[in-house]
């Protein structure tokens, strides 16, 4: 407006006469028109700065935060009473030229000026909305025509029904008179003092809410489901690798609601104490329950035992000294600590997921993809919120976006594993039910199988033939040429069985030199023919021992499933008596069992 420029002008003048005085005459004694050109530039330059601090005008919609609008001045060793502030801020108040204003751990509280200008001819009500919600203590006082009008205070120091507004962030609603209204603000916390303020209609500031309700419902919705899935995995399969997991996501979420205020909104409202110490204490807890994560994951204790006593020093050092701090009711020590913990936990995590990989362990690719997600994420916000780096959406949510891009890539870590687990435990069980010197299923591999074969055969009223076969004189071959031509017949008859045998077709070893054929849908005719048949091959084999052939003979006798009362049991038992027919008949044939 004509109003602020005049006045940005009358500054203005003072201040590009001295340039001109003090700069440009002394160098250009004779050169009128430079003297004037620069005489200009300096008056253009004041007039500018100057203006850079004009009032906010409330009637037009802004978006950015106010830091670029305000000046600002830290308290030295005393406190300053508002009028000492304003009058130091009018005086020496620095210009911060950046959005947000961040001024580190443990910070000397810092006071705050800017104006606001209503153009209006009527009341205007705005909130003044500070986004960092673990800031201990804010005032804010708002002056017009020299007079301290209202004057608010907000912050963790006070009970959360005592805020003016029910929402995270702390907000100072005022009704903005006609004209011009200072607004000075004192802010002071031993936590990151970073100062993201903005100046909010009532339906920016619901939009806002709105938007921050969708984004944190997704990942508090995605987490929390992940947290349960994996709660309930750790106990149905007695895993501790997603018990141990679940308390890092546990910890994390808990972390990210103290951190972003939601905790003290919905879960510990009256809890004062607990908000001023929570935030240091979860960070501990997140970055000790990822690096346990990490050791049982990994199994570092039996693979990586050197890396595995590293990450146990690192988190009971951080352990204990966080309970030191705690018992020294020494909070700023503690969250110095809490940011100095994302160090190891970032390098920790990145390096069990490289060496794992280097030892082998298949598992840590995707352990290593998710640790390197989460770890940039890590120092990225913390970096913001610190201070180190300048202040951005980007920056503060990094942590939050590289957690469930961390959590999908885990999920991907834990199922993988899971597989490898179970097709351990199936190759296990596989081996179990093999004869390992012939590949056929062994008697209890045989005894999974048969039953529920018979029990189809028996239901659907389908023929069923069960073949014993017994080399003949097995014991002299062993005795007269060695164990290993015994194994040598073994294996040649167990892949004359299989050739000779149809698809569907049950073959195993019985034990010793004895083995079972049970066809289905094979009557006691067809099961004859087959006997024979492998009776009249097993004749022609031969073994090759030293320089002569020894040939190799069976026995076979053949049971039929005739009564729907019988079992197993019983098809066996006939079937053990053909067979001993057919050695006393003098070996070398087939005996049907009603033979008997």
């Not at 580190?104 to 500070?130: C, D, H, Q």
């Not at 308390?247 to 994390?252: A, D, E, R, S, V």
């Not at 329950?289 to 890396?307: E, I, N, V």
């Not at 030191?324 to 970032?346: E, K, M």
Request: charged content about 20%; some cysteine; glycine content about 6%.
């Amino acid at each position: 407006t004509t109003e602020i420029y005049t006045l940005s002008l009358h500054d203005a003048l003072p201040i590009s006469s001295f340039f001109y005085l003090k700069i440009v005459k002394p160098v250009f004694p004779r050169h009128l028109t430079v003297k004037l050109s620069l005489y200009c530039l300096c008056l253009y330059g004041s007039l500018f700065s100057i203006m850079s601090y004009a009032s906010i005008d409330i009637s037009h919609t802004y978006t950015a935060p106010l830091g670029n609008e305000s000046r600002y001045l830290l308290e030295d060793e005393s406190p300053l009473t508002v009028e000492e502030a304003r009058l130091a801020l009018h005086s020496k108040g620095i210009a911060p030229h950046q959005g947000v204003l961040n001024f580190g751990i443990n910070s000397k509280p810092v006071w705050l000026y800017f104006t606001i200008e209503n153009p209006s001819a009527e009341l205007m009500t705005r909130f003044i909305r500070v986004e960092a919600s673990w800031l201990d203590q804010v005032d804010i006082y708002f002056f017009s025509n020299d007079r301290l009008i209202n004057a608010q205070s907000g912050g963790d120091k006070y009970p959360f029904d005592q805020r003016q507004v029910d929402d995270r962030f702390i907000i100072f609603p005022h009704d903005f008179d006609v004209g011009q209204t200072e607004v000075l603000m004192r802010l002071s916390s031993p936590d990151p003092l970073n100062i993201p303020i903005y100046l909010l209609s009532l339906d920016e500031m619901h939009q806002k809410t709105l938007n921050d309700g969708y984004f944190y419902g997704a990942i508090y919705g995605f987490l929390l489901a992940l947290l349960a899935y994996n709660i309930l995995l750790s106990f149905s399969l007695k895993s501790r690798r997603y018990l141990y997991y679940s308390q890092y996501l546990f910890f994390f979420i808990l972390m990210n609601l103290s951190y972003t205020g939601h905790g003290y909104q919905w879960l510990w409202p009256e809890q004062v104490t607990w908000q001023l110490w929570l935030n240091p204490i979860l960070m501990l807890a997140y970055a000790t329950t990822g690096l346990m994560f990490a050791t049982r994951f990994l199994d570092t204790q039996k693979k990586l035992k050197r890396l595995h006593y590293i990450i146990g020093f690192t988190c009971w050092s951080l352990i204990l000294l966080g309970a030191l701090f705690i018992l020294l009711g020494d909070n700023v020590r503690l969250l110095y600590l809490a940011f100095f913990a994302i160090i190891p936990f970032a390098s920790l995590m990145i390096t069990s997921g490289v060496v794992g990989m280097f030892n082998g362990i298949k598992e840590a690719r995707y352990f290593a993809a998710a640790t390197i997600f989460v770890t940039v994420g890590a120092v990225y916000t913390t970096l913001t919120v610190s201070g180190v780096i300048e202040y951005s959406n980007l920056g503060f949510h990094a942590l939050e976006i590289a957690m469930l891009i961390e959590a999908v890539l885990f999920a991907l870590a834990l199922s993988y594993q899971f597989k490898i687990i179970q097709d351990g435990k199936i190759t296990a069980e596989r081996l179990a039910d093999i004869d390992p010197l012939t590949g056929l299923y062994n008697r209890r591999g045989l005894y999974k199988i048969l039953t529920p074969l018979l029990n189809v055969s028996l239901r659907k009223k389908r023929a069923l033939s069960l073949l014993l076969l017994d080399i003949d004189y097995f014991k002299q071959i062993n005795d007269l040429y060695g164990h290993t031509q015994g194994d040598k017949a073994l294996r040649q008859l167990s892949k004359l069985l299989l050739n000779e045998a149809r698809n569907g077709d049950l073959i195993g070893r019985w034990g010793g030199e004895e083995f079972i054929l049970l066809l289905s849908e094979t009557t006691e005719a067809e099961a004859q023919v087959l006997a024979q048949r492998i009776v009249d091959k097993v004749s022609e084999l031969s073994l090759a021992v030293a320089d002569k052939e020894v040939n190799i003979t069976v026995s076979i006798g053949v049971s039929c499933l005739e009564t729907p009362t019988q079992t197993f049991d019983d098809l066996l038992d006939q079937a053990d008596k053909a067979l001993y027919q057919a050695k006393s008949k003098g070996r070398n044939r087939v005996v049907l069992a009603q033979a008997n």
